[in-house]
């Protein structure tokens, strides 16, 4: 299977932008589907974005909508997230994970669907 590096996090002032990139190394990427998910002290672990493995299909949690990307550049094997307008709430660890257990057109919205995780990076939005 694939293994997952993520980068890119650091610390912004509120409005700002920051791109995190999901790096991945072992098996053809564009066979899985993949997800960025967050998680901020004392809460769960949160489905933010995914995108299939064609690329076309894709979710956003309605918090982020209309401020985040998400994009996959399958001859990389790279999965970038943009983040735009960037809030305090939005501070968390991000994660990227994918699985390959799903139709090429559409991505998994829950935790427990994906099955390679990446370490994480710290994203700390100030105010």
């Known amino acids: 299977q694939v293994q997952l590096v993520e980068s890119g996090g650091g610390l912004v002032q509120a409005g700002g932008s920051l791109r995190l990139s999901c790096q991945a190394s072992?098996?053809?990427?564009?066979?899985?589907?993949v997800g960025w998910f967050r998680q901020a002290p004392g809460k769960n672990r949160e489905l933010v974005t995914c995108?299939?493995?064609?690329?076309?299909?894709?979710k956003y949690a309605d918090s982020v909508k209309g401020r985040f990307t998400i994009s996959r550049d399958n001859a990389k094997n790279t999965v970038y997230l943009q983040m735009s307008s960037l809030k305090p709430e939005d501070t968390a660890v991000y994660y990227c994970a994918a699985t390959n257990s799903e139709p090429y057109y559409y991505c998994p919205p829950a935790r427990w669907q994906y099955d390679v995780w990446g370490q994480g990076t710290q994203v700390t939005v100030s105010s």
């Open positions: 995108i299939s493995e064609n690329g076309e299909g894709t």
């Open positions: 072992g098996r053809t990427f564009s066979d899985y589907a």
